[in-house]
């Protein structure tokens, strides 16, 4: 059974999701966001579950502490609120990009919701890139011929952003890697982009700089004819 962590300083939401998705899910259930965080940390669950009305860390700082946090391993984040106001809505959406749960949705609703976001999230756990690498997300690694590539975290999380074979934005890469509204230094950065690329360079893949507007994953085509 799929488990789930649900935050939600309110204790008559935390009795009724549990009364009516405990059949679906095994549900751990959190008074405080402070104290979800520490669950979070040393427990392994397959979907995390926050309102966002909560003193001490709403829902949205709790999403950017935990997305942030170096053991941060991709585990999918979904927002709540029974608030009817839109732009609470919107921003949850625009800031987590998965769900949102809100006013008015049947518990059958959130659990097929819920549990379509699991999914999701394993479906993505292996992508392959083509060409013998890729990118095992459950122990954050880049495999290339079956063997490790040996990236740091933020050097996965780069990859796995380029792995779409859009061109990205640094600003972009920032997010991705470091949370929303982080401020890194060009440096820091730059640093992480060197090392990566180095590490790639018994791959054909390439990570190419766009001259004032991102950064792009390529293939080398000479190196597919050896």
């Not at 949705?105 to 479906?123: P, V």
């Amino acid at each position: 059974m799929n488990k789930i962590l649900y935050i939600d300083d309110s204790k008559e939401n935390l009795e009724r999701f549990h009364y009516k998705l405990n059949d679906l899910f095994e549900l751990t259930l959190c008074e405080c966001p402070l104290e979800g965080f520490e669950l979070a940390r040393e427990n392994d669950y397959d979907l995390i579950l926050a309102d966002i009305l909560m003193p001490k860390m709403n829902g949205l700082q709790f999403y950017r502490e935990v997305t942030r946090a170096p053991w941060y391993a991709s585990t999918p984040i979904v927002l709540k609120s029974l608030s009817q106001d839109e732009s609470i809505k919107l921003e949850a959406l625009e800031i987590t990009k998965t769900d949102f749960l809100t006013h008015g949705m049947s518990f059958e609703e959130i659990g097929l919701r819920l549990q379509n976001q699991i999914h999701r999230h394993r479906s993505n756990k292996r992508v392959s890139l083509g060409f013998s690498l890729i990118l095992d997300v459950d122990n954050i690694q880049a495999l290339f011929e079956n063997e490790c590539l040996g990236l740091t975290k933020q050097e996965f999380k780069i990859l796995k952003t380029l792995s779409a074979k859009k061109l990205r934005s640094k600003r972009d890469l920032v997010e991705s890697v470091w949370g929303e509204g982080c401020s890194v230094d060009d440096n820091n950065i730059n640093t992480h982009l060197v090392n990566l690329r180095k590490k790639l360079e018994v791959t054909p893949h390439r990570v190419v700089n766009i001259r004032n507007k991102g950064f792009l994953l390529s293939v080398d085509n000479q190196e597919n004819l050896k």
